[in-house]
């Protein structure tokens, strides 16, 4: 019986350096993939914002369609976004995914865009992530 245990967990011990790998890789993946979330006021009208956190990329596609690139950064249950737009210095949002809720922040100079606060809720990834480099 116990010639049977040692087998056993000598097994365990050169499969385990494997397994882990494996988890790791799979959590790469799921990184690399990004996120996206559906934002907008009680009216019904949305926009949606999706990100990759490992590459930094950010894409906003507004209540118009236009989309706009931008980077994303995070730091526990916050991303922060400065999103561009000819014109304009760049244009920052925080997304607070625990509240739910996308912060915009004020434009010098210009009252369309004003401090908002916006519902928001995750959503199946958008695929206009994968052409960030074409916008």
């Known amino acids: 019986m116990a010639e049977v245990v ?3 967990s000598r097994r365990i ?14 959590t790469q993946m ?7 979330f559906k934002c907008g006021p009680a ?9 990759d956190l490992e590459s930094h990329h950010a ?14 950064d995070a730091t526990e249950d916050v991303v922060q976004f400065h999103i561009e737009k000819a014109g304009y210095p760049d244009l920052r949002y925080v997304l607070n995914s625990r509240a739910g809720e ?10 369309s ?3 908002t606060v916006f519902p928001c809720v995750r959503t199946e990834l958008r695929p ?5 480099e074409y916008l």
């Open 113 to 115: 865009f004003a401090e």
């Open 30 to 36: 799921a990184n690399a993939e990004g996120i996206s």
């Open 102 to 111: 996308l912060r915009s922040f004020a434009v010098p100079g210009r009252p």
């Open 43 to 51: 009216s019904g009208t949305y926009f949606h914002i999706s990100f």
């Open 13 to 26: 011990r050169r499969l385990l350096p494997s397994a882990c790998l494996l988890v790791l890789s799979f």
């Open 59 to 72: 894409v906003m596609e507004t209540l118009s369609g236009e989309p706009l690139k931008g980077r994303a």
């Open 128 to 132: 206009i992530l994968s052409r960030y």
């Open 6 to 8: 040692q087998n056993i």
